[in-house]
Structures are given as C-alpha cells and as structure tokens.
C-alpha cells in the first residue's frame, strides 16, 4: 500500500536551514506528482512545491520562492525539501503527499486533490 514518511524536521533559528525528507514506499516518485504542504495552527494546508514525475515542472509558493528547493533520490524513491534562510513564519508542520493513481495536479490550494499523505515532521524557526 501507498505510505510516505516525513523526516529531517527540528528547531532552527531564523536564517538557518533544514532539509526534510519523504521516504515514499508501495508507488513510484516517479510516476506522479509529488507535493509539499506544510499547515501552521489554525490555518489551511499550503503548498509550498510540487513537482511532477519527470522533475521538469515545479512549482513553489510565493512565500517560499528562492528559499526552497525540491531534489529527490530516485534509488531511494524519496523526495527532498531543501530550506534555506528560514523565517519564523515558516514555522509549521510539513507534510508530503502524492495522488494514485498518478496524474499532475499543478498547484494546489488546500490539497484536497491528494489521497495520500505522510504523517508531518514540525518545523519550528525561532
């Protein structure tokens, strides 16, 4: 079955840098389109990247333009989330989520169009 699992998430001070990883198990990477969200309290998930199956197209949020950068290790069938010069309102829990069966969904707003999603890895910038 389809599972994704978040990791690399942590306390960091504002500038600095993390890099989560989503370890994705029972699909393919790359066979779909893989997103990023990430939801602070209160609020609705944000997407801050997807990307599709070949890695030719992705998409960033605005707020998070210039500062992250999405790789994957396709031998380990895992994506990354790169984050550099972290703010504090980046401060939030971040999830992975992926579509089956696969289909590119472009950018979402709210991620409703995913089935499957990790479990979250918190990320708190001070």
């Known amino acids: 079955h389809v599972q994704l699992v978040e990791s690399g998430g942590g306390s960091v001070q504002a500038g600095g840098s993390l890099r989560l990883s989503c370890a994705g198990s029972g699909f393919s990477t790359t066979s779909g389109c893989m997103g990023w969200f990430r939801q602070a309290p209160g609020l609705d998930h944000e997407e801050v990247a997807v990307?599709?199956?070949?890695?030719?197209?992705?998409l960033y949020g605005d707020s998070v333009k210039g500062r992250f950068t999405v790789s994957r290790d396709i031998a380990k069938n895992t994506v990354y989330l790169q984050m550099n010069s972290l703010k504090s309102e980046d401060t939030a829990l971040y999830y992975c989520?992926?579509?089956?069966?696969?289909?590119?969904?472009?950018?979402?707003?709210?991620?409703?169009?995913?089935?499957?999603w990790g479990q979250g890895t918190q990320v708190t910038v001070s």
């Open positions: 990307t599709d199956s070949a890695f030719l197209d992705i």
């Open positions: 989520a992926t579509v089956e069966p696969p289909r590119w969904i472009g950018y979402s707003f709210g991620g409703y169009e995913y089935n499957y």
